[in-house]
């Protein structure tokens, strides 16, 4: 059943991750984005991470993906507007990830599994437990990541306000 | 300028105060007002009628579609004398006078009939003033309502659509509008 | 082995009717919320609404939905068709999504069975009313910008960042809620809120989040794009906003997922702020368990008509008057309110 | 879903999360249009996270899951900054176009 699960929804955001390569319209590529990330967001509840799943929803479907859509629905953009590489820059690209995709599964080849021995726990995924690890041992990282956050706040709206020429 | 009616009032941008900048105290007041309005409705006391099968009462003084009245042995009272014309703000009424005959007594009271009498209907503001100045009590505004149409020349009125019929059942009762007008003079 | 089977699909078939139950109450209820509507705007205004259809007009929702499926089902040239379709599908899925986390009840126990009256007990249930609720702003975007019509481009773009600026202030204030119950369950917070203090006063959050309550309220007024909010759709400005260019079932789906999206909320603001199915001399066990359902229905429908009753008597917002509420005043006073309700916790317990 | 860790070997997520960043490169390579090469850069971190996800679970440590909440803040502080910038750059060129943004080569 997990197998199947698994194998569904990976080929679904494999696909809709090519399809948003692909499409020359960008809001297109906006919607098959949306779709690839329901579908890890599938992959983390199989892996029992529900509140993984559904924060990686609120965030990245809720949020950011919105703000995508939004900035490409004030910009207008089309596909007429957007020029597009030559073939031979998309050969280049292709050849380059191609390699570098055989170079990480050459690397996995030879590598040996030495994970799956770890007693399993069920409780990991659920939110009292990252809740006590969030707020113990990573409190220093998680007050710097909220100076991070008020840090991209102020500087967006810098970004946004002022009126310097290119 | 000064007002008249002193009723105006001056509009101050004055800076707003804390209970005016939370909103909430207006807000509520008016959800207040509204909410009373809702209750006094659902309770059944509602502004609106249900019109084709509940109809709304007349005011006793409705001024709406001219009647020439007939007097009781069903002579026409009108005279053809032009007072209501010349007293009409709107230069509505038109008429054509015309000679009584012999053996035409029992169809008008004077020596003077009116040959053709129209109102034109779009001009009309239903003013009441040419029922003022009737001396002959010939000419009445009743409570019925002017039809509609799809064409202008249809809301000029001749005799046909004016003068009221001869019997009884046919006479339109203007009582009410004849003691107020009588009153008025 | 058979056991188990049996289980599991005992447990399916239960959950199967439920959701089916929840669906067609659900579609009953948007359904009658638009004659709710048009009686209730009309007797605030001293009219007297529709009354032809049936007596006192009930019948009404009926006509209309003749009336949607009937009409000319129009798909302008230049729009793009499939995302054109897409818009309202996914508008009105994600509304109805959302009700799967909602506790109606504790249980029902008649006829021998012994059923749980929430589709699903998630326990970070009021994240995925929050998850679902931001997906939303997706079939109006698609829906607008698929029209190929710069009025429903105006609205989607309208949508969208009301959407964003109004769920961070909901957000924050419903993680004061979370602090004092502790729990992110929605059965858990219903539950928490069961009992009363000093014999009268019924424990619901509301009294210890009273400006919780009015910013949520007001978020789930803007999140369901209703008055004065609605400047998605406004017709003064934008003649029918994101929906100008449909007709139709499709036009339906869009009104409808907005009434469903109006009873979800004011289902989600019971539940969270108004003790759900408890109240305080009744208990939700009563009647096989049907009590809890017949009190949290009685909230819902309430607060349906205060947002009936708000929509009719104020006016709408300017757009700049509306960003700058949800930012310079909303989102600082739930902080606020999010700061003071932590120091409340630490000072007393 | 503990049958998961049972039936799908780790490598299946590895390999399908390289998958998935490969196709964020070739976009990034290949694309002219600076939102969707944003739109990549966050496959690209999706692919990351899902990988620490799976090794979390694998591993029955909640430090991995941790770790993606922390890239998460990261992806969206840089989507904020980034679609800012973009509107700027539009604002002054009237185009999203990345191959136009090469004043400072001279």
């Known amino acids: 059943m997990s197998q199947y699960l698994f194998l569904t929804l990976a080929l679904v955001s494999v696909a809709t991750a090519l399809l948003m390569v692909l499409s020359r319209n960008p809001v297109h590529s906006v919607l098959y984005l949306i779709a690839t990330f329901f579908a890890i967001a599938g992959q983390y509840v199989l892996l029992n991470a529900q509140f993984l799943a559904i924060v990686h929803i609120i965030v990245y479907a809720g949020a950011i993906m919105v703000l995508f859509l939004f900035v490409l629905m004030l910009l207008n953009l089309n596909n007429a507007t957007e020029p597009q590489k030559s073939n031979a820059w998309k050969v280049t690209g292709a050849i380059a990830s191609g390699s570098l995709l055989l170079v990480m599964v050459g690397a996995l080849k030879g590598s040996s599994a030495a994970v799956a021995q770890v007693a399993h726990k069920a409780d990991v995924g659920l939110v009292q437990n990252l809740g006590r690890v969030l707020f113990t041992d990573f409190v220093v990282p998680f007050e710097i990541a909220g100076i991070l956050f008020l840090a991209a706040m102020v500087g967006a709206v810098l970004v946004g306000k002022r009126d310097i020429k290119l | ?185 | 082995m058979s056991a188990l089977l049996l289980f599991i699909s005992a447990v399916i078939i239960e959950k199967t009717a439920l959701v089916l139950v929840m669906f067609l109450i659900t579609l009953g209820i948007a359904a009658y919320s638009t004659y709710g509507e048009r009686k209730v705007a009309a007797f605030l205004q001293d009219r007297l609404g529709p009354d032809r259809a049936g007596p006192w007009g009930i019948l009404q929702p009926l006509a209309d939905g003749a009336k949607m499926f009937t009409k000319e089902d129009f798909i302008p040239k230049d729009s793009n068709k499939w995302l054109f379709i897409l818009g309202p599908g996914a508008f009105i899925f994600v509304a109805l999504m959302t009700s799967a986390v909602i506790p109606w009840g504790t249980y029902f126990t008649g006829f021998g069975l012994n059923v749980d009256l929430q589709v699903a007990d998630v326990n970070i249930g009021i994240l995925y009313v929050m998850g679902f609720v931001s997906l939303g702003v997706y079939g109006i975007m698609i829906g607008g910008w698929a029209s190929n019509n710069k009025y429903s481009l105006f609205g989607a773009i309208r949508a969208s960042s009301q959407m964003i600026s109004y769920e961070l202030a909901m957000g924050l204030s419903i993680i004061s809620v979370i602090l004092i119950t502790g729990t992110l369950s929605l059965r858990g917070i219903a539950d928490g809120q069961a009992g009363t203090w000093l014999g009268f006063i019924p424990q619901w959050n509301v009294f210890l989040q009273p400006l919780g309550f009015i910013i949520f309220f007001v978020c789930a007024l803007a999140e369901t794009n209703r008055a004065p909010f609605d400047l998605p759709e406004c017709e003064t400005e934008l003649v029918g906003g994101y929906h100008t260019e449909y007709s139709a079932m499709k036009l339906g789906s869009f009104l409808f997922a907005e009434y469903i999206n109006m009873f979800i909320s004011s289902a989600v603001i019971s539940t969270v702020y108004f003790g759900g199915y408890n109240f305080p001399g009744i208990d939700p066990s009563w009647l096989w368990g049907l009590m809890g359902p017949v009190v949290i229905f009685a909230k819902t429908f309430f607060f349906i008509f205060v947002f009936m009753w708000i929509r009719w008597t104020l006016p709408r917002f300017r757009y700049d008057q509306l960003m700058h509420l949800g930012w310079k005043s909303l989102i600082p006073l739930s902080i606020l309110n999010m700061l003071l309700t932590g120091a409340g916790i630490l000072c007393l317990g | 879903m503990l049958e998961t860790i049972q039936q799908i070997p780790i490598e299946h997520y590895v390999l399908y999360s390289s998958v998935l960043f490969i196709i964020g490169i070739f976009g990034v390579l290949t694309r002219r249009n600076a939102i969707v090469v944003l739109m990549c850069v966050e496959l690209m971190l999706n692919a990351v996270n899902l990988l620490l996800a799976a090794f979390s679970t694998y591993l029955s440590d909640a430090q991995g899951q941790i770790m993606v909440f922390f890239i998460m803040v990261v992806a969206a502080a840089e989507a904020a900054v980034g679609l800012g910038i973009l509107v700027m750059i539009y604002r002054n060129t009237k185009s999203t176009d990345i191959s136009l943004l090469d004043k400072l080569k001279n």
Not at chain 2, 14 to 36: C, N, Q, V
């Open chain 2, 1 to 185: 300028m000064q007002s008249l009616s002193n009723r105006s009032k001056l509009v101050v941008n004055k800076e707003m105060t804390f209970m005016e900048r939370i909103y909430l105290p207006a807000i509520l007041k008016g959800m207040w007002t509204t909410l009373k309005h809702f209750f006094r409705n659902v309770t059944g006391k509602t502004a609106t009628l249900r019109y084709p099968e509940v109809k709304r009462d007349f005011a006793p003084v409705y001024r709406g579609w001219h009647v020439l009245k007939r007097d009781e042995q069903g002579r026409e009272n009108c005279t053809a004398c032009g007072l209501c014309a010349v007293a009409c703000p709107a230069e509505a009424i038109t008429m054509t006078a015309a000679e009584r005959e012999k053996g035409e007594e029992h169809l008008y009271r004077e020596e003077k009939y009116a040959a053709v009498y129209e109102i034109n209907m779009l001009r009309c503001i239903f003013c009441g003033l040419c029922e003022e100045a009737c001396p002959k009590e010939a000419i009445f505004l009743t409570d019925r309502i002017v039809p509609t149409d799809y064409v202008r020349q249809n809301f000029v009125f001749g005799k046909d659509m004016l003068v009221e019929g001869v019997e009884p059942e046919k006479r339109i009762n203007v009582k009410v509008r004849q003691k107020h007008v009588t009153e008025k003079k």
